[in-house]
T-cell receptor
Framework: AQTVTQSQPEMSVQEAETVTLSCTYD???????LFWYKQPPSRQMILVIR??????QNATENRFSVNFQKAAKSFSLKISDSQLGDTAMYFC??????????FGTGTRLQVFP | DTGVSQDPRHKITKRGQNVTFRCDPI?????LYWYRQTLGQGPEFLTY????????KSRLLSDRFSAERPKGSFSTLEIQRTEQGDSAMYLC??????????FGPGTRLTVT
């Protein structure tokens, strides 16, 4: 079975600091995409960042970057200069040859002033 | 672009009743997905349409669930004879490219 594991149910960080959220996945596929989605309280899911498995270079989107370790099947999200608006549930997801996303259980991130 | 919309946003129903949810994708998005999210969990895939064709269904989608996408535009998800275990957030997403899904706000279903 293809699974996604987020081992940190909750994380907290002070405003302006850096935090890293962990994600591991299990697959025998070679081609796939990895995603981090953000779900703010009572708001809809938003795509934060995407990584193609065939690319060695780690993806970056402004304050968000990933550390993709294909051999280790690890895909962590680093948020730099954390802002209060980053408070949300963060979901790691994998997409294989089919179109469906397979999500982890999420990490609740709280940013404190 | 108005984004993916879902209606209703909240639905409370009694066990045994039928409910229907609607999803309007972003215009020109030919792919449409339904997911279910229970409390404390990530979304789980239910089914997927490309245009009007339903291409994949999860084993989570029991015979009480049916989804349609007539004419490849909006989609409906119907649950017949609802059970308390059906209580969840039902999310719809759409995409134009294979690897970028845009989510709607969801429909929260409570079965009493």
């Amino acid at each position: 079975a293809q699974t996604v594991t987020q081992s940190q149910p909750e994380m907290s960080v002070q405003e302006a600091e850096t935090v890293t959220l962990s994600c591991t996945y299990d697959t025998s596929e070679n081609n796939y995409y990895l995603f981090w989605y953000k779900q703010p309280p009572s708001r809809q899911m938003i795509l934060v960042i995407r990584q193609e498995a065939y690319k060695q270079q780690n993806a970056t989107e402004n304050r968000f970057s990933v550390n993709f370790q294909k051999a280790a099947k690890s895909f962590s999200l680093k948020i730099s200069d954390s802002q209060l608006g980053d408070t949300a549930m963060y979901f790691c997801a994998v997409q294989y040859n089919t179109d469906k996303l397979i999500f982890g259980t999420g990490t609740r991130l709280q940013v404190f002033p | 672009d108005t984004g993916v919309s879902q209606d209703p946003r909240h639905k409370i129903t009694k066990r045994g009743q039928n409910v229907t949810f609607r999803c309007d994708p972003i215009s020109e998005h030919n792919r449409l997905y339904w997911y279910r999210q229970t409390l404390g969990q990530g979304p789980e895939f239910l089914t997927y349409f490309q245009n009007e064709a339903q291409l994949e269904k999860s084993r989570l989608l029991s015979d009480r669930f049916s989804a349609e996408r007539p004419k490849g535009s909006f989609s409906t998800l119907e649950i017949q004879r609802t059970e308390q275990g059906d209580s969840a957030m039902y999310l719809c997403a759409s995409s134009q490219t294979l690897y970028e899904q845009y989510f709607g706000p969801g429909t929260r279903l409570t079965v009493t």
